[in-house]
């Protein structure tokens, strides 16, 4: 890109892209698992890192070099890597960071099965974790103890939506010489850049915002200097989670709309929260863009605009937003987030199931909390779906026990 300060819509269409043979104006799938050597001593050249080049596809691929590099220029980082899920990321930051013996400081609102990773695979290798409310400065402080190695933020989290302050927390851990590692797939490094708050690692799930189209699998992880790029590269190497490079073109492809695309979630979000809060079915309504939210101002000093997703609760509890999830459809039952199209779903019975109740109800994700990932269709067709669905509802049934 012959620009020497890009904006971020700019590098959204511009980042990662090299020169490639025959003079593509977007990367080639190099859709192949290894690479020839042109001789013995390249090959060992290569191995011992005298020389670049690309050896094995789980170690390194142009396609997944160029979607790589690209993330890692938005996020202002120093390299990514590529990984083949979310959860794959997560699970590689981790293992990356952690030694048998450590403890980690989570937010309580946190994707269900990030707390389960924590809490029934590294507890198994003697890692101990507590989880805190992130908004709340001084519960982070004191859960820190001596063997405190990684402070583990989702912001805003999922589904409840609590907005940590990463610059106050990454001051906090770095006085102990703890790790910050921030999950920004709420916000995309379109509306928020958590390395320039002072966090260490940034992860993400692709699946989301990122790519945008509900048709990849991935994730990726940021790092901000080179040392903790190696040693985080030889890990996911053994681990051998990596995303493939089809879908890596596809997350790149997906790039170049992203800050347009934040732009539209939001704008239709904002409508749709307003909306919300003046239904008179509507118990509350949860989203960063509203003054009503409890951590408002840390969200308006940390990221660029409040995004696309939404969590409220009917009045009627769970009985009610099943009658409205049940009578959606424009909007479309289903998980997952961050995608065109708007997606409803119930955390209690699906993304959070895995958490068990209690851990659900500490981290206060109700039965009736409904989340909403609005899409960038009309925001007049979301909210005439909306509008019949909640029509649907007769507040006198009983709840069931979830
Ligand atoms: N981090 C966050 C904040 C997520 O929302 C998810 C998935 C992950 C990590 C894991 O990413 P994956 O491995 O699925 O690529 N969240 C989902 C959700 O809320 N509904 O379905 C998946």
Known sequence: MSHKNPNIESKCVHSGIKEYQYGPVVPPIYQTSTFKFENTSHGAALFKGEEKGYIYTRMSNPTI???????ADLEEGYKALGCASGM??????LAALLNAGDHVVCSKSVYGPTATLLSTVFSRFDIETTYVSGSDIEEVREAIKPNTKVIYLETPGNPTLEITDIEEVSKIAHASNIKVVVDNTFMSPALQKPITLGADVVVHSLTKFLNGHADVVGGIIVVKDELSYKNFRKVLNQLGGVIDPFNAFLVHRGIKTLALRMERHTENAIK???YLEEHP??????????KSHPQYMIGQKQ????????TFELKGGYHAGETAMNSVGFCQLAVSLGGV???IQHPASMTHFSMGKEARVAAGITDGLVRLSVGIENVNDIIEDLEQAFSKIKLEVKEPVL
Do not use: C, N, Q
Request: net charge positive.
């Open 341 to 343: 199209e708007t997606l």
């Open 303 to 310: 990221h660029k605009l409040p995004g696309g997703m939404i």
């Open 88 to 93: 794959a990321a997560i699970h590689t930051a």
């Open 281 to 290: 079915k509507v118990k509350w309504v949860r989203y960063p863009g509203l």
């Open 65 to 71: 070099e160029a979607m790589e590099d690209a993330i």
């Open 272 to 274: 749709i929260a307003k």
